[in-house]
């Protein structure tokens, strides 16, 4: 089993930043893949950005060059560096890994105001 715990959410004006973080209960140096999705009200769940465990990393279109994930093998945590913010970024995002079981934290509501 493994949790993992979100934090760093908010409300932010348009063009301000945040700083997700997802702290994993075990050490995640492992873990195949870790990543950030988010989901809209009335919209799908979406990734947002991963990271393997070779250290690569993918991001959807609509944040690429604004946001940036990267993880601290020593400390169990992935974050997300989200700048430049609009408000189609308000969300709750999660965090999720692939260990390979698949496991997915609480969430943490974001809210970009125009």
């Known amino acids: 089993q493994v949790q993992l715990v979100e934090s760093g959410g908010g409300l932010v004006q348009a063009g301000g930043s945040l700083r997700l973080s997802c702290a994993a209960s075990r050490r995640i140096f492992s873990f195949n893949v870790i990543g950030w999705y988010r989901q809209a009200p009335g919209k799908q769940r979406e990734l947002v950005a991963a990271?393997?465990?070779?250290?690569?990393?993918n991001y959807a279109d609509s944040v690429k060059g604004r946001f940036t994930i990267s993880r601290d093998n020593a400390k169990n945590t992935v974050y997300l560096q989200m700048n430049s913010l609009k408000p189609e970024d308000t969300a709750v995002y999660y965090c999720?890994?692939?260990?390979?079981?698949?496991?997915w934290g609480q969430g943490t509501q974001v809210t970009v105001s125009s």
């Open positions: 999720n890994a692939r260990i390979p079981s698949e496991y």
């Open positions: 990271i393997r465990s070779s250290g690569s990393t």
